[in-house]
């Protein structure tokens, strides 16, 4: 079992930067693979970046070059670094473990566990 807290939501302008945390609970965080996802008001919710245990991360195409996720294995979190926000990231932000690497890492049903939600607000 694992348990997930983000961190680090807030309201911001466009063209500012956020870092959302993830604490995870676990002898084995080390080695989940752990997804960002993030839904906004009346839409489905949607693949952000995830990272492996060995560090390989891969990013939706809408936030490539903006952000950046990372992860502290001692610390048991992970980051993401988001940059040069813009009003259609305002969203829940919700990280998740997987309990396996899935190569449908970019579908919400291939992680096992979740976080309660950050809010970030981006406005214009």
């Known amino acids: 079992q694992v348990q997930l807290v983000e961190s680090g939501g807030g309201l911001v302008q466009a063209g500012d930067s956020l870092r959302l945390s993830c604490a995870g609970s676990?002898?084995?965080?080390?080695?989940?693979?752990i997804g960002w996802f993030r839904q906004a008001p009346g839409k489905e919710r949607e693949f952000v970046a995830t990272i492996r245990g060995s560090g390989v991360a891969y990013y939706a195409d809408s936030v490539k070059g903006r952000f950046t996720i990372s992860r502290d294995n001692a610390k048991n979190t992970v980051y993401v670094q988001m940059n040069s926000l813009k009003p259609e990231d305002t969203a829940v932000y919700y990280c998740?473990?997987?309990?396996?690497?899935?190569?449908?890492?970019?579908?919400?049903?291939?992680?096992?566990?979740w976080g309660q939600g950050t809010q970030v607000t981006v406005s214009s």
């Open positions: 676990g002898r084995t965080f080390s080695t989940y693979p």
């Open positions: 998740a473990a997987a309990a396996v690497f899935r190569h449908t890492y970019y579908l919400a049903a291939s992680y096992d566990y």
